[in-house]
């Protein structure tokens, strides 16, 4: 079975530009998570889509934004980047049930962003 | 809300056991997850406790203390590539899953 991919791994934008980073979940995940991580603060969770729409969100801006298609595969947007929006941006995908198999989170490789 | 603490760097010799401790202030939640991140790379599931008590698996173990808002994660015969960060989290009755900061452990010879 496929593992979570996220497209690209790497990207480089300059301040006041515009970005969205793809993620596509294990095959019959319903759940997508964006998490973005830096090293002071560690992980901090976005957002989270089920069956195309969100479930919960975390403490970011609105310029942070997403999104989920109707086969679970989901985008992240960001608007206006700052410098402080360099960061790793990781997504995790999930059945999205409250049990023990289906809660589990699985991550796919993040995309690296930089903001010059 | 929830905090979740745990040590921020541990150091332990290879071969050697140590243990990860984790602890988290929530009403109810459905379960305690420990994932390895090594540098530069994405979290890893290692483990998923509902129930108190211990789980192992292979050379890692991880416990749960429900009434003492306590998790840890046991590893035994350190290997070098056991040197990575380890991330406690929970989910809470209806809301979004909550990562500690994760406690950054090196193996040294």
């Known amino acids: 079975k496929a593992g979570v991919t996220q497209t690209p791994r790497y990207l480089i934008k300059t301040r006041g530009q515009q970005v969205t980073l793809s993620c596509s979940p294990i095959s019959g995940h319903r759940s997508v998570s964006w998490y973005q991580q830096t090293p002071g603060q560690g992980l901090q969770f976005l957002f989270e889509y089920f069956s195309e729409t969100q479930r919960n969100k975390g403490n970011f801006p609105g310029r942070f934004s997403g999104r989920q298609f109707s086969n679970s595969r989901s985008e992240m947007n960001v608007s206006t980047l700052e410098l402080g929006d360099s960061a790793l941006y990781l997504c995790?995908?999930?059945?999205?049930?409250?049990?023990?198999?289906?809660?589990?989170?699985?991550f796919g490789p993040g995309t690296r962003l930089t903001v010059l | 809300g929830q905090n979740i603490d745990q040590p921020t760097e541990m150091t332990a010799t290879e071969g050697a056991i140590v243990q990860i401790n984790c602890t988290y202030q929530t009403s109810g939640f459905n379960g305690l997850f420990w994932y390895q991140q090594h540098a530069g790379e994405a979290p890893t599931f290692l483990s998923y406790?509902?129930?108190?008590g211990l789980e192992e698996k292979g050379r890692f173990s991880s416990f749960l203390s429900r009434s003492k808002g306590y998790s840890y994660l046991l590893l035994k015969e350190l290997q070098m590539k056991d040197s990575a960060s380890y991330l406690c989290?929970?989910?809470?009755?209806?809301?979004?899953?909550?990562f500690g900061t994760g406690t950054k452990l090196q193996v040294i010879p």
């Open positions: 995790a995908s999930s059945f999205g049930q409250a049990s023990k198999e289906k809660d589990t989170q699985y």
């Open positions: 406790n509902v129930l108190d």
């Open positions: 989290a929970v989910i809470p009755w209806g809301q979004k899953v909550t």
